[in-house]
């Protein structure tokens, strides 16, 4: 229900980092915040509560990856998609830590398989990631 609240007070935010690896339960962790991304140039959305981590992204790749995910019979919400989550998940590990991300990483390719490995290449590719993708997923199928 936070996720709800929080894109109905943001309708241009999309559910991002450590909220949208849990929703793809590619981690075990409950986010303390809501994590929700805008475009770069837009106002930021402050909201009090529920906590929310606001990021803003490149309005050039701000709606790669973007799905609509059921938060409540009906009510639908956007949320980035699961090869979009780890990669981001990656370029960010050191504020998202290591071992989440490499751990988001190793559950996603074991789900998805080499669909997965395709798809998330391709969203690497898209935001300019792939040196930071290759040696992981290299790293993680070893």
């Known amino acids: 229900m936070d996720l709800l609240a929080v ?9 991002c980092g450590e909220s ?6 590619l981690i075990d962790d409950i986010p303390t915040a809501v994590h ?16 929310t981590v606001v990021a803003q992204y490149t309005p050039r790749t701000f709606t790669l990856g973007v799905e609509r ?4 019979p009906g009510e639908t919400i956007p949320v980035y998609n699961a090869a979009r989550s780890v990669v981001d998940a ?7 830590g290591d071992t989440l991300a490499l751990s988001a990483l190793g559950r996603y ?23 930071v993708i290759r040696p992981a997923v290299e ?3 070893a």
């Open 7 to 15: 894109c109905t007070r943001a309708p241009r935010a999309v559910v």
């Open 20 to 25: 949208a690896l849990a929703l793809h339960e």
């Open 36 to 51: 929700v991304a805008v475009p770069r140039g837009t106002r930021r959305p402050t909201i009090s509560f529920p906590p």
């Open 69 to 72: 995910f059921e938060a409540a």
């Open 90 to 96: 990656m370029r960010h590990r050191s504020r998202v």
């Open 109 to 131: 390719l074991r789900r998805d398989g080499r669909s997965g490995i395709d798809e998330i290449q391709h969203v690497a590719r898209e935001l300019g990631a792939l040196s």
């Open 139 to 141: 790293a993680v199928l």
